[in-house]
């Protein structure tokens, strides 16, 4: 099956910097979020992004499907962005969306 | 308030019983996912159903039965043939899984949670 990996597997950061986290995957995609799992365990979606730039706020994601990677950048990081950052593909063929995960980045950001 | 809705938020049980999840959404979804995820790791895929009375095997349903009686309710079963069932569980929906791939009709979003432990 489809590989995802994600790196850094941590990042600690200052208030206010700004930071790129990334999502490779082995294999061509039908689509692709990133998620931000907050203390409680709630999976918040980001962005749906199967390819091309998206921003919303602090945030943006770019993915370049052809060379099996995706982007997410935040900028001017808060403490409420700490948590953990998911990316996931679907790659499965056929009628049925199967979302593969990776095993996610632990973003600290310290006030 | 459209969403995905969980319960309990914890659950304790003990070794040989089995426990039933709960998943309901109002989003008018077609499609409905149980995932687990283990301390320190991403989700993965347990059933999927992508219509009322049908429901598919994920990469790791042995230990594990559901039903999709209604479009609105997801049940989850752990049963007592799972042999490590303490973690944490998620339900998702997606809007309709009849559309192109790339639609954004196959963005899934995710319930709350239900924590199992078992005692």
């Known amino acids: 099956g489809i590989q995802v990996e994600q790196s850094p597997p941590d990042l600690i950061l200052q208030e206010g910097a700004n930071s790129t986290l990334r999502c490779n995957f082995s294999d061509s995609v039908n689509n692709l979020q990133w998620f931000h799992q907050n203390p409680w365990g709630q999976l918040i979606n980001l962005f749906y992004?199967?390819?091309g730039t998206k921003q919303n706020g602090r945030l943006s994601a770019t993915t370049v499907a052809t060379e099996r990677y995706s982007l997410l950048y935040i900028s001017s990081s808060q403490t409420t962005d700490s948590g953990v950052y998911f990316c996931a593909v679907d790659s499965s063929s056929g009628s049925a969306r199967q979302l593969t995960f990776g095993s996610g980045t632990q973003l600290t950001v310290l006030p | 308030d459209g969403g995905i809705t969980q319960s309990p938020k914890y659950l304790f049980r003990k070794e040989g019983q089995n426990v039933t999840l709960s998943c309901e959404q109002n989003?008018?979804?077609?499609?409905m996912y149980w995932y687990r995820q283990d301390p320190g790791q991403g989700l993965r895929l347990i059933y999927y159903s992508q219509i009322v009375n049908d429901f598919q095997k994920g990469d790791i349903a042995e230990g594990y039965s559901v039903s999709r009686e209604k479009k609105e309710s997801f049940p989850l079963t752990v049963t007592s043939a799972q042999k490590n069932p303490t973690a944490f569980y998620l339900c998702?929906?997606?809007?309709?899984?009849?559309?192109?791939?790339?639609?954004?009709?196959?963005?899934?979003?995710f319930g709350p949670g239900t924590r199992l432990t078992v005692l």
């Open positions: 992004i199967p390819s």
């Open positions: 989003l008018n979804h077609d499609a």
């Open positions: 998702a929906s997606s809007p309709n899984l009849w559309r192109d791939l790339q639609s954004s009709y196959n963005e899934q979003f």
